[in-house]
């Protein structure tokens, strides 16, 4: 087991305010500081963009909205980590209930409690983002430089074949029975032995999360990174002023004595709050243009549990280590959808297991012998994505509907998921519409040209998602996006988004790698200009 990063324990918790209060003089709750930079949000993109930065000598102030927890407070108890390391408890609803989404909320976002998956996206992808959005420059090989140091620094690596689980052998099984090309997927850890706990935060500090690499290098080189603090607005000017709440741990008391809010003020400021907070924050702000909170990708996702006659106990072992991507590029259009396994605990799982009663129980009581596997749809094929995310009345709402080719893409990857699930020895299948009351029996010969009929109106089909991105996107022009191709946004100078919100396009893969890597670059350029951007 690694170790903690030393320079974690300058990480500013609640239980530290105490001590910051009496050192600063602090009064009436309210610390003010100022800094070269604010970064809102630890993840995948403020944790890259904060060492980067810290490292050319800039003075980084992070704060982040949710906690800092360690190892020793992971563990598998469902309701308590998903309360604690996720955004909404880990079910952000969209209005009228259309999908719930999945998003970490810690130091370390979701890279804390992320399935490791590690990928970039393919050509006709980042080959759509020059055609039609002017991004320049990120095809894999101009990227390679950074994928390349992004992975070493996370330690990615394929997945060992002693490794894969009974969960992931399904998609590779059945897929090779049916001609398809299942392929073995890297990770990011240091000394993974397969506990499957990874959505719950890694108890033995495997997995290289972003609290365990790049906020422990921002550390290093001077930078403050405070947990528990909501950024509530950010008043623009040639100094900026970002103006944070402290947040509560739903499982932990308070200490006495707290910081209630902060005032930093810095001539540059860098939201790296996600694609679902960051839009509100903006929004909320006042800040940007139509394109903050429009188009937002989410990878829609649905499941096939398949019943065996064995165990597959699918929440053993890395969750995912098998990818198929022959359905990824339709008719070539480069929208599509692509295959993986799913390690859902008995929580997530009964969620979403569209039956009640006796008929729910019966399949959680069978819950070892069931696998899970997941389609998901690169969304946009009919031009813009129909979802957003709104500021209004007080509240962020977020709101989402599959267009028609997106779900037709949808209806195909489970037709093809049910194939393979069949094809590696399935006898039951639990389909994810809403009209079935129980399993439908299958086996290998079974037909399920009917699922490509099936309604994709929303609560006919449960839809799910764990790829919130692209809601404040960037382009060449104002007209195309809300950020410019530094990731500057419009009309504001040195007001920054560097996270997964910026993708013009839906991904079609895992994001964590791609946020980073873009970060990386984004961030080191944007160093280099510290005299001009930081002289008030």
């Known amino acids: 087991?690694?170790?903690?990063?030393?320079?974690?324990?300058?990480?500013?918790?609640?239980?530290?305010?105490?001590?910051?209060?009496?050192?600063?003089?602090?009064?009436?709750?309210?610390?003010?500081?100022?800094?070269?930079?604010?970064?809102?949000?630890?993840?995948?993109?403020?944790?890259?963009?904060?060492?980067?930065?810290?490292?050319?000598?800039?003075?980084?102030?992070?704060?982040?909205?949710?906690?800092?927890?360690?190892?020793?407070?992971?563990?598998?108890?469902?309701?308590?980590?998903?309360?604690?390391?996720?955004?909404?408890?880990?079910?952000?609803?969209?209005?009228?209930?259309?999908?719930?989404?999945?998003?970490?909320?810690?130091?370390?976002?979701?890279?804390?409690?992320?399935?490791?998956?590690?990928?970039?996206?393919?050509?006709?992808?980042?080959?759509?983002?020059?055609?039609?959005?002017?991004?320049?420059?990120?095809?894999?090989?101009?990227?390679?430089?950074?994928?390349?140091?992004?992975?070493?620094?996370?330690?990615?690596?394929?997945?060992?074949?002693?490794?894969?689980?009974?969960?992931?052998?399904?998609?590779?099984?059945?897929?090779?029975?049916?001609?398809?090309?299942?392929?073995?997927?890297?990770?990011?850890?240091?000394?993974?032995?397969?506990?499957?706990?990874?959505?719950?935060?890694?108890?033995?500090?495997?997995?290289?999360?972003?609290?365990?690499?790049?906020?422990?290098?921002?550390?290093?080189?001077?930078?403050?990174?405070?947990?528990?603090?909501?950024?509530?607005?950010?008043?623009?000017?040639?100094?900026?002023?970002?103006?944070?709440?402290?947040?509560?741990?739903?499982?932990?008391?308070?200490?006495?004595?707290?910081?209630?809010?902060?005032?930093?003020?810095?001539?540059?400021?860098?939201?790296?709050?996600?694609?679902?907070?960051?839009?509100?924050?903006?929004?909320?702000?006042?800040?940007?243009n139509d394109w903050v909170g429009r188009n937002l990708k989410v990878h829609p996702t649905s499941t096939i549990f398949g019943k065996f006659n064995s165990d597959i106990k699918m929440f053993q072992g890395p969750p995912q280590s098998i990818v198929i991507k022959d359905g990824h590029n339709q008719n070539g259009t480069g929208y599509g959808y692509w295959l993986e396994a799913a390690p859902y605990r008995p929580t997530l799982a009964s969620s979403l297991v569209p039956f009640y009663g006796k008929q729910q129980f019966d399949v959680m009581k069978d819950y070892n012998k069931y696998n899970a596997g997941i389609v998901l749809v690169r969304d946009g094929a009919d031009g813009e994505a129909n979802a957003k995310v709104e500021w209004s009345f007080g509240r962020r709402k977020v709101y989402f509907e599959l267009t028609p080719t997106d779900g037709q893409n949808m209806l195909r990857g489970l037709k093809s998921l049910a194939e393979i699930t069949a094809a590696a020895g399935a006898t039951e299948l639990v389909f994810p519409f809403t009209r079935f009351t129980e399993p439908v029996k299958v086996d290998s010969k079974t037909n399920f040209d009917w699922v490509l009929k099936e309604s994709i109106r929303s609560g006919d089909l449960s839809v799910g998602s764990a790829h919130p991105h692209g809601s404040i996107q960037s382009a060449k022009e104002e007209t195309l996006g809300a950020v410019d191709l530094n990731l500057e946004i419009y009309g504001h100078k040195n007001i920054f988004v560097m996270d997964a919100s910026v993708y013009p396009t839906g991904l079609s893969v895992n994001p964590q790698i791609t946020t980073m890597s873009i970060v990386l670059r984004a961030s080191r350029n944007l160093a280099k200009q510290k005299e001009e951007r930081t002289k008030v």
């Open 1 to 288: 087991m690694m170790g903690i990063p030393l320079h974690n324990e300058k990480i500013i918790t609640p239980k530290k305010h105490a001590q910051i209060i009496k050192d600063n003089q602090i009064k009436n709750g309210k610390w003010s500081l100022t800094a070269d930079v604010v970064v809102i949000g630890s993840g995948a993109g403020g944790a890259v963009a904060a060492a980067e930065l810290a490292k050319s000598g800039w003075k980084v102030v992070l704060i982040e909205e949710g906690g800092y927890f360690t190892p020793a407070q992971f563990n598998s108890d469902e309701f308590l980590s998903q309360s604690r390391l996720y955004r909404d408890a880990g079910f952000i609803i969209a209005e009228e209930q259309t999908i719930s989404i999945l998003q970490g909320r810690s130091i370390g976002g979701s890279t804390t409690v992320n399935w490791q998956t590690s990928l970039y996206p393919p050509e006709y992808v980042t080959s759509e983002w020059e055609n039609r959005f002017g991004w320049k420059g990120y095809s894999r090989e101009d990227m390679d430089p950074y994928i390349n140091e992004v992975h070493t620094r996370l330690g990615v690596h394929d997945v060992p074949d002693n490794l894969i689980n009974a969960n992931n052998n399904v998609l590779r099984v059945g897929g090779k029975k049916l001609g398809l090309k299942p392929l073995v997927l890297k990770n990011n850890n240091n000394g993974c032995i397969g506990l499957g706990r990874c959505g719950l935060g890694c108890p033995i500090n495997a997995k290289q999360s972003a609290f365990l690499t790049w906020i422990p290098d921002a550390i290093e080189h001077g930078a403050t990174v405070v947990s528990n603090m909501r950024a509530v607005k950010i008043k623009d000017g040639s100094v900026k002023t970002v103006i944070a709440e402290f947040t509560v741990d739903p499982y932990q008391k308070s200490p006495s004595e707290i910081i209630e809010s902060m005032e930093i003020k810095a001539p540059v400021v860098i939201v790296s709050a996600g694609a679902i907070e960051g839009p509100a924050l903006l929004q909320r702000s006042g800040i940007g």
